[in-house]
């Protein structure tokens, strides 16, 4: 049976919102002076205003490694205080201290963030981690979450008690999954957040209350609050049962495959009984010490008998191999390699990242990406473990929504794009020709679409995408975003992931 490491990057954006505040020191000699500013009495003054329960780790401190852990060793904020708030309201609290004394701060959960913009930040960490709390509301319609959750915590509670809603975490900056073809993004399924602003105040936002901030955070959010709890829609789950389909194939069945793969998917028109097709290029040695191994996976809502018949010109496509599996929904992530604790998430890594956002596959381009794949790897063997990934997923409930009302800006947008090396340290020498080879294979992405403008899924996003790229074209959707934010944040506060406006 064939296992799945390194498959899906759903799972890596699990409450990647890091949401930050106050200006980044300018140079070395800045940020020294800040270091100093913060310490042993910062700690002792922050632990009297939020109270006892509350943990606050210093640089000094055993767990210190562990509090400040990243999945990207390449792009890490500087950490001077890490708290780690035990209440909702402990947030506010923090907020405005750092704000009274002029320290930037930002709200992580599993610091999975993937953009560079990370990195120019110094000052305090509020680790959402202890706010955890699940809550199915009496209506059995939605459900109260804490702005720590995990989306593995979600997934597993809900689905215990009959339930399923999409992956949380990275709904604020739309939010990609399995529940999209029926139900849309995942900032679709909101209903209220919890959110705490710039200057320390904590609102409640919906679309009665603060519509225009109701509007932003569903797409932009980590440019507007902290988001401290809110309420999400979830379902009653129709069967027990899922059926996963994974094909392994090797270089002569490429170019058919993407054929059958663009007839299966349509041009955003995937039936949402199939959740949705991943692909991926990677090097399977025990098939091929040469070529890369093309994986294909097909996830069904429902029987594996009435599955099986759309497969079939799949079957007739020479696959080395094939695997069937049947799994409850909330074993899906873990089967293709989303788990926590698995390969995908290990933290500490340098990662050299590429996306790009698709409506249909074009042969050629696949081909060429294909390609260049095998001539990288037959010059640098070792880069083997080396992910090219897209997911297609079914859109139909996506589309049901109109595009003007969030700030998600890529409804027209059906198939994610994603490239990533993995190195162990941030000076391997290979990383430039890791670097040549994102750009490379992000360009034969786009290349094959060239009619359309390069879109980034805002999670996604390395960092040297344009703004336009991750928050719309049209010229109105930035010059909204950038009054409410001089209503909301006039300071520029919240300014560290994917900034709509960049720190000073």
């Not at 708030?85 to 402990?90: A, F, I, L, M, S």
């Not at 710039?198 to 009665?208: Q, W």
Request: charged share 20%; aromatic share 12%; proline share 5%.
């Amino acid at each position: 049976m064939w296992s799945l490491p390194f498959l899906t990057v759903s799972s890596l954006a699990l409450i990647q919102s890091f949401v930050v505040g106050l200006t980044l020191p300018s140079n070395e000699a800045q940020i020294q002076r800040m270091k100093r500013s913060v310490n042993a009495q910062t700690q002792q003054e922050l632990a009297r205003v939020i109270g006892g329960d509350a943990t606050i780790f210093g640089p000094t401190d055993a767990n210190w490694g562990d509090a400040t852990e990243r999945y990207m060793q390449n792009i890490k904020p500087r950490v001077l205080l890490s708290v780690r708030p035990r209440r909702e309201g402990d947030v506010a609290k923090i907020v405005r201290y750092a704000n009274n004394h002029n320290i930037p701060f930002y709200a992580v959960s599993r610091g999975h963030a993937l953009t560079t913009s990370v990195g120019r930040f110094t000052g305090i960490e509020i680790d959402m981690s202890n706010l955890k709390d699940i809550r199915i509301n009496p209506n059995n319609a939605t459900a109260q979450f804490q702005g720590g959750v995990y989306s593995y915590e979600v997934i597993n509670t809900l689905w215990d008690q009959g339930f399923v809603t999409g992956i949380i975490g990275p709904a604020l900056g739309g939010g990609h999954g399995l529940q999209k073809g029926n139900h849309g993004m995942t900032s679709d399924h909101l209903v209220n957040m919890n959110v705490v602003l710039a200057d320390g105040s904590a609102i409640r936002v919906n679309e009665k209350s603060h519509p225009d901030l109701w509007w932003a955070m569903r797409g932009a959010g980590h440019n507007f609050g902290i988001v401290t709890s809110f309420e999400s829609k979830i379902w009653p789950d129709k069967f027990k049962s899922y059926f996963v389909r994974v094909y392994q194939f090797g270089s002569s069945s490429l170019d058919a495959l993407i054929g059958e793969v663009n007839k299966f998917q349509g041009v955003g028109t995937l039936d949402p009984t199939w959740l949705a097709s991943f692909g991926l290029y990677t090097m399977n040695t025990t098939l091929s010490k040469t070529e890369a191994t093309i994986i294909w996976v097909f996830i069904y809502d429902g029987a594996q008998k009435d599955a099986e018949p759309v497969l079939k010109p799949f079957d007739q496509l020479r696959p080395l191999s094939v695997d069937d599996f049947n799994v409850p929904y909330k074993s899906i992530n873990n089967l293709i390699g989303g788990a926590v604790d698995g390969s995908l998430c290990q933290p500490d890594k340098t990662h050299i990242i590429g996306t790009a956002n698709l409506q249909t596959y074009n042969v050629t381009s696949m081909r060429a990406i294909y390609d260049l794949y095998n001539q990288k790897i037959s010059q640098q063997p070792e880069l083997g473990g080396t992910r090219i990934l897209v997911e297609g997923y079914a859109v139909k409930g996506v589309r049901s929504f109109k595009p003007e009302d969030s700030a998600f800006p890529q409804r027209d947008e059906y198939i994610l794009t994603y490239f990533d090396v993995t190195f162990n340290s941030t000076d391997d020498p290979r990383i430039g020709f890791a670097t040549e080879w994102r750009d490379q294979t992000v360009a034969l992405w786009n290349a094959g679409q060239p009619t359309r403008k390069p879109t980034t899924y805002v999670n996604y996003a390395a960092g040297y995408e344009s703004l336009e790229a991750r928050y719309g074209f049209e010229p109105w959707r930035l010059d909204r975003l950038r009054k409410l934010k001089k209503k909301y944040d006039p300071k520029n506060r919240f300014a560290w992931y994917n900034p709509i406006i960049s720190p000073r």
